[in-house]
T-cell receptor, first 117, second 109 residues
Framework: GAVVSQHPSWVICKSGTSVKIECRSL??????MFWYRQFPKQSLMLMAT?????????EQGVEKDKFLINHASLTLSTLTVTSAHPEDSSFYIC?????????????FGPGTRLTVL | QKEVEQDPGPLSVPEGAIVSLNCTYS??????FMWYRQYSRKGPELLMY????GNKEDGRFTAQVDKSSKYISLFIRDSQPSDSATYLC?????????FGTGTRLQVTL
């Protein structure tokens, strides 16, 4: 149980284009999903917390107009990187918290590697 | 000072060895303690979680938390080559987890 999927697993795009990453909880409902970014050999940095049906809460320093987050259902959250630039190249990972279990354990997706040329 | 400090390693041990991985944290309000394993280019996988001081055992893995000294540990017994990965400690509150930088572990034959 507690499987989280992400799509795509990797994407290469040109500078200035937008990229959408999907995060799905496959076998549980997630009222809260989290989006992280991880640079090589560094830890996970929380970008935003997404609650189903409400606006995402962004961490300090994360541009909400650049990283658009939508959490339209209990099993799906999307992150759209708008007007991507090479410095946005990173490993983006989502996680989800199980609504039924009501624990604070986060289950992670496999990550999406974004490369902006 | 970082909220969570973790030695990045790399740590290399022979197969069968006992591995000790450690983190310290600074915020006494942190209530949740977790260890994740991350293979290269993959998302983190939850290994252990606990909410109190003391030990929690699961198979070859033991998580230890000492809230008084703000110290958390993960012990791996009878380490296997398949345990080679980066191990991330995480701690925080109900609304946010803070991760260590991860310790890269290599178990050699």
């Amino acid at each position: 149980g507690a499987v989280v999927s992400q799509h795509p697993s990797w994407v290469i795009c040109k500078s200035g284009t937008s990229v959408k990453i999907e995060c799905r909880s496959l076998d549980f409902q997630a009222t809260t999903m989290f989006w992280y970014r991880q640079f090589p050999k560094q830890s996970l940095m929380l970008m935003a917390t997404s609650n189903e049906g409400s606006k995402a809460t962004y961490e300090q320093g994360v541009e909400k107009d650049k990283f658009l987050i939508n959490h339209a259902s209990l099993t799906l959250s999307t992150l759209t990187v708008t007007s991507a630039h090479p410095e946005d190249s990173s490993f983006y990972i989502c996680s989800a918290r199980d609504r039924v279990l009501s624990t604070d354990t986060q289950y992670f997706g496999p990550g999406t590697r974004l490369t902006v040329l | 000072q970082k909220e969570v400090e973790q030695d990045p390693g790399p740590l290399s041990v022979p197969e069968g060895a006992i591995v000790s991985l450690n983190c310290t944290y600074s915020n006494s309000a942190f209530q949740y303690f977790m260890w994740y394993r991350q293979y290269s280019r993959k998302g983190p996988e939850l290994l252990m979680y606990t909410y109190s001081s003391g030990n929690k055992e699961d198979g070859r893995f033991t998580a230890q938390v000492d809230k008084s000294s703000k110290y958390i540990s993960l012990f791996i017994r009878d380490s296997q080559p398949s345990d080679s990965a980066t191990y991330l400690c995480a701690t925080g509150t109900a609304s946010k987890l803070t991760f260590g930088t991860g310790t890269r572990l290599q178990v050699t034959l």
